[in-house]
């Protein structure tokens, strides 16, 4: 047939290359209400189990660190990234701190960190830091099985007060929402299947250019 058309349709389950490979993390950013003395030992570092260091202050900012690796080779690229990082709608003052490369962009009304990649090279690497802060920590912690909301005097708010860093990280990071990425990889297919012989037959035996082009696409691919 002329024009466009599709030869063949397949689907496969194993065996598959995937061509990105995503690391999330959220972690605390913490304040140091005390510094160490340059005339004290490394042997008088702790004192009663406590360490000298001072005690940390909690601002209750965390950084979120993303990090995106392509999984082809060769002279290969991807083209028109966009990565769609979802944010707590809770947070405050979201800020991108630091990216590689690229250009992002935070929207507020659907809480999405929007980095925007136009040529993502094989074997490379790139990272994005968020900051953000999290005012009202009982919206996590109704959430978590191991926490009660109780009276402000109470013993067990004090104990949560103590490790409320370690218990909002571990929440973040065991309930991070989906990452989103769409992208155009020209030249890739991550079945592996390649066309290696192309015979054309036409009766009217005028001459025919053969050609392949190969083009993967995003379609919905998340990271959770």
């Known amino acids: 047939p002329d024009g466009t058309f599709e030869l063949m349709k397949y689907t496969i389950t194993k065996n598959i290359q995937i061509p990105f490979h995503i690391l999330a993390i959220y972690n605390p950013i913490l304040e140091y209400s005390k510094n160490v003395e340059k005339k004290f030992s490394l042997k008088k570092l702790t004192t009663n189990n406590k360490s000298i260091y001072g005690e940390y202050k909690n601002t209750n900012k965390y950084e979120y660190s993303v990090t ?25 003052n979201v800020q991108v701190k630091y990216k590689s490369i690229g250009k992002t962009e935070f929207n507020n009304i659907d809480s999405l960190v929007i980095w925007r990649i136009k ?35 109470s013993k067990v708010v ?15 990071n065991t309930y991070k929402m989906p990452i989103t990425l769409s992208f155009k990889i020209p030249m890739f297919t991550s079945s592996g299947m390649y066309i290696r012989y192309l015979k054309v037959f036409e009766k009217s035996n005028y001459k025919i250019i053969k050609w392949i082009k190969y083009l993967t696409e995003s379609g919905i691919y998340q990271y959770k």
């Open 68 to 92: 995106i690796k392509s999984n082809y080779k060769g002279n290969m690229h991807a083209s028109d990234v966009l990565i769609k990082i979802p944010i707590y709608k809770f947070s405050e």
């Open 119 to 153: 040529k993502f090279l094989s074997s490379s690497e790139h990272n994005i830091k968020i900051h953000l802060t999290l005012e009202n920590h009982n919206q996590i912690y109704s959430n978590m099985n191991n926490t009660q909301k109780v009276d402000d005097l």
């Open 158 to 172: 004090l104990q949560v007060h103590k490790i409320k860093n370690m218990n909002t990280v571990k929440f973040l």
